[in-house]
């Protein structure tokens, strides 16, 4: 079989399965490029099922390029809270407000001019002007990737710029003008559902006959890929500190608590998080706590930057938040104010004093978010 058949017959295959099997999800049922641009930036890095419902909440709440260009940006984290990956809200809301000024809230079509936008990359560009425009530009993923190397033994390293490039050029070459959104929804539901990393399900697939891993009994070596850098171990110690208020009775949700912005840039950049600190630790946490001179220092750091004394009471959790480069493990301890401290006004920069419904209003990093979820569970 000649290469132009081999295509041809991959082309032809994949959008007839595609359109018989394509799932249901909400973004498929608009042509809207903003809110197919949302659900694009939501799903890099996350599970379709754990979009479906942050992506409703958002249109919801900003259901145009000018709701999410004029909202705080404080309003925009808080909906995005669980998602993880913050600088992709930050950055959406950049470009959006980019496309309010420059195009009037209409979302270029233009390839240079849409990629020109803040945190639009090679693949977010080929994906929103495919489906939304049918532009035939390649919207190259992991999902497509894998299915690329598999039926056309690519066993080049997909962790190579040159490769992406490679693979780029080759969709270039087969898309369909007329059908690039079915084309290229059609490449990543096929690696999604069928083609998928472990035991791909050959029997079911479209393309299985002509699938030259398949054909050399190499589809579940393929793709190569390699491996990436562990995230580098942190070691952190965190301090809950909790004062009743005073006109309320009952449980833990009568209590106030003391929390920190993080700095306007850098990591999690402007969000809401316990006081804490990298500690030195040469085991793992979870096999052991914190030492004394880790909450004494904490207990130090909390008088220097907000003037209140406190002190440990007990361990309230062990927990651990991978992100793309760091690991954290953090050991969780109530700390106590003395009563100066409980019934003063926080004045530090960037701590405050928090009720639990005011807490709601925040956002906080998923790892602070299960602190607070352990907590009121008890």
């Known amino acids: 079989m000649t290469e132009q058949i081999e295509r041809t017959y991959f ?37 379709v099922d754990t979009v479906i419902p942050y992506y409703e909440r958002f249109l919801d709440r900003f259901p145009t390029v000018q709701a999410l260009a004029e909202a705080p940006e404080a309003d925009v984290l808080k909906l995005w809270e669980g998602l993880g990956y913050y600088s992709r809200a930050r950055n959406l809301q950049q470009a959006v407000r980019e496309v309010q000024a420059t195009y009037d809230g209409v979302v270029p079509s233009e390839p240079d001019a849409f990629s020109a936008l803040k945190g639009v990359g090679p693949y977010t560009k080929g994906a929103v002007l495919s489906i939304a425009y049918n532009r035939p530009e390649p919207a190259v993923d992991g999902n497509v ?4 190397s598999r039926y056309f033994l690519i066993e080049e390293d997909i962790a190579r710029p040159a490769t992406r490039k490679k693979m780029e050029q080759l969709i270039r070459e087969m898309i369909p003008h007329e059908d690039a959104g079915d084309f290229n929804q059609g490449l990543m539901e096929l690696g999604a559902l069928v083609c998928t990393p472990r035991s791909p399900s050959c029997l079911t697939c479209p ?21 990436a850098k562990a995230p580098r ?32 840039t850098g990591l999690l950049a402007q969000m809401w ?14 096999e052991g706590l914190a030492d004394r001179s880790d909450l004494k220092q904490l207990a130090e750091m909390i008088r220097q930057e ?11 959790l062990e927990t651990e938040h991978i992100f793309s480069h760091i690991h954290w493990y953090m050991n969780v301890y109530v700390f106590s104010p ?4 409980a019934s003063q006004q926080m004045q530090a920069n960037r701590y405050r004093w928090v009720s639990r419904p005011e807490l709601e209003q925040l956002a906080l990093p998923n790892v602070f978010v299960r602190v607070f979820q352990h907590l009121f569970a008890k």
């Open 145 to 148: 990737m894998r299915v690329l």
């Open 338 to 341: 003395d009563s100066t401290g």
């Open 11 to 47: 082309v032809q295959q994949l959008l007839r399965w595609f359109i018989k099997h394509q799932r249901d999800l909400p973004w498929r049922q608009t042509k809207d490029p903003y809110k197919i641009w949302v659900s694009e930036i939501m799903l890099q890095q996350t599970r």
């Open 207 to 227: 393309v299985m006959e002509h699938c030259q891993a398949r054909l050399e009994g190499k589809e579940e070596q393929l793709p190569v890929k390699k491996k």
């Open 273 to 286: 998080e316990l006081p804490h600190l990298e500690t030195v630790r040469e085991e793992n946490p979870s």
């Open 233 to 264: 171990k942190e070691y952190r110690v965190a301090a809950l500190i909790a004062a009743p208020i005073e006109e309320e009775q009952g449980g833990f949700s009568s209590f106030r608590y003391v929390m920190r912005q993080r700095p306007d």
């Open 306 to 316: 907000t003037g209140i004394a406190v002190k440990p009471v007990e361990l309230l």
